[in-house]
């Protein structure tokens, strides 16, 4: 093979391996269909490459496990807290630290205590657990991202932003002290991972703030933002991913994190910010959902990982490779013709179910069977980012029926090699000659909440 350019490698080597299990096409096919055809119900040891999320999936370094034995398992004042707080406030640089079990559990404090039942919040796009959150304390929330996010292709580098002109549209109509506040998830995962701009949140910082509206991150892949803004945007190339994450959180004022995302653990979260009434309220209901202000529904050993994990992510050639790999995957894909969401985004390669089973309608579910038609033909586990994740209208109970209809296949961090992305990318070209053949779905069964978990369907 001749190099047309210098080839990238991973700034880590391997110490520790997991055996990977093949199966047979007849295994695959029985064990999706008892799975209900939702690739969340199948048992983790039938699947061979497993790219159904970058949460919690993530490999540790030497480091971290090594951190694992330092944990302070106080109840309370654990000095493992302390450690994560301080760390939190350099890279992050809010004032206030609150530990959480995970994302969601930040989601659930923050929303209990901004939102008044009756209050709008506006958002770049929904993700599932915030918007649940945000409905169960009474919220609705309003999508105002750029129209350029709803389409899979396009040449906008930063198609996560916010159009300031909806934001405002949405103030003026409803008033601003219905807004309880405005919330950026940078990257925003439901449009395929995209990135938004340093330009951009500073301007809905500046907007949000003019009509005293606050303005929350979801900072959970937020060190992937900082190398798109790093990568693509004038001023910023010679910026540090360290200097340029922190200079994104100040735009805000409080931030929920997943940890198990960017900082490279199995579980956590955070909540910050730096009113310190918030703060009050955060720890006062802290210790009803998640434990003392000090632990937050963590071990003292999950808190040093993540102390760790912090410094490692904001390394340049750690979030570098990242993102590299993330790309090297969705290349192979492009060039075979296999529609993805363009520009590649930072977590994970999205197919645009749409066009792949262009003969399915969405209300077969055409994503989910993707996702459940490239288990069985090679054992890799992606995950639908349709129909069914976006849910049902809370007010209407109609389905809502997003514009994109995706399969995501996420890499976590640091466990897969490039030959697995050979493999997986082999089948799926594969596959992409006999599409047609493919049948939809039906619903049997529809949870109550975030029913893509948990949903079962038949074939058609
Ligand atoms: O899964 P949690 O509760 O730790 O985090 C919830 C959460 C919040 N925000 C964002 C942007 C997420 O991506 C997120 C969780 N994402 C999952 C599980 C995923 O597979 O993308």
């Known amino acids: 093979m001749a190099f047309t350019k210098k080839p ?24 999706m269909k008892e799975a209900g055809w939702n690739t969340f119900l ?5 699947v061979y490459i497993d790219l159904l999320t970058d949460s919690g999936t993530n490999a540790m370094s030497d480091l971290q496990w090594s951190k694992m034995m330092v944990g302070d398992e106080a109840y309370a004042g654990s000095r493992s807290f302390y450690t994560l707080e301080e760390m939190c406030r350099k890279y992050y640089g809010y004032k206030y630290i609150v530990p959480t079990h995970q994302g969601r559990g930040a989601e659930n404090l923050l929303s209990k205590c901004t939102i008044t039942p009756g209050q709008y919040v506006a958002g770049n796009m929904y993700f599932t657990t915030t918007r649940q959150h945000q409905e169960i304390a009474g919220g609705t929330f309003v999508d105002v991202i750029i129209d350029e996010a709803y389409k899979s292709v396009s040449d906008h580098p930063f198609k996560g932003n916010i159009d300031l002109n909806k934001f405002e549209k ?9 807004v309880a506040y405005i919330t950026v998830g940078a990257p925003v995962n439901m449009a395929g991972g995209q990135p938004v701009s340093m330009e951009n949140m500073k301007a809905v910082s500046a907007m949000a703030h003019k009509y005293g509206i606050k303005v929350v991150l979801d900072a959970t892949r937020n060190i992937e933002n900082a190398y798109f803004i790093q990568q693509r945007e004038p001023g910023y190339n010679n910026r540090s991913v360290e200097d340029i994450n922190r200079e994104f959180c100040s735009y805000s004022d409080a931030a929920t994190v997943s940890a198990k995302k960017d900082l490279y653990v199995n579980i956590g979260g955070l909540v910050m910010c730096n009113d310190p009434d918030l703060y009050d309220e955060l720890r006062s209901l802290v210790v009803v959902y ?3 202000p000090t632990y937050g529904g963590l071990a003292g050993r999950d808190m040093e990982a993540m102390a760790q994990g912090l410094i490692e992510a904001v390394q340049d050639e750690t979030i570098a490779s990242r993102i590299k790999q993330v790309e090297y995957f969705g290349k192979l894909l492009q060039e075979a013709g296999i529609p993805i969401v363009l520009p590649i985004g930072g977590h994970g390669v999205f197919i645009d179910a749409k066009k792949f089973y262009s003969h399915i309608p969405q209300e077969q579910f055409p994503a989910q069977k993707l996702a459940a038609d490239i288990y069985i033909e090679c054992g890799v586990r992606g995950m639908e980012r349709g129909i069914v994740s976006a849910g049902r209208n809370k007010d209407t109970g109609d389905h809502y029926y997003p514009e994109l209809e995706l399969v995501r296949l996420t890499i976590p961090r640091r466990v897969y090699t490039q030959a697995h992305f050979d493999v997986a990318a082999y089948s799926i ?14 619903m049997i069964y529809e949870p109550k909440y975030l029913r ?3 949903a079962r369907f038949e074939e058609l």
């Not at 700034?11 to 990977?20: F, G, H, N, S």
């Open 170 to 178: 949405l103030i003026k109509e409803k008033g601003a002290e219905n």
């Open 42 to 46: 199948l048992h983790a040891d039938d």
């Open 429 to 442: 070209i594969e596959m992409y000659k006999n599409r047609d053949k493919a049948r939809g779905l039906k």
């Open 452 to 454: 893509f978990f948990q």
């Open 8 to 31: 990238w490698a991973e700034p880590y080597r391997i110490k520790v391996v997991e055996p990977l299990k093949t199966t047979t096409l007849e295994h695959r096919l029985q064990c």
């Open 290 to 292: 998640e434990g003392m």
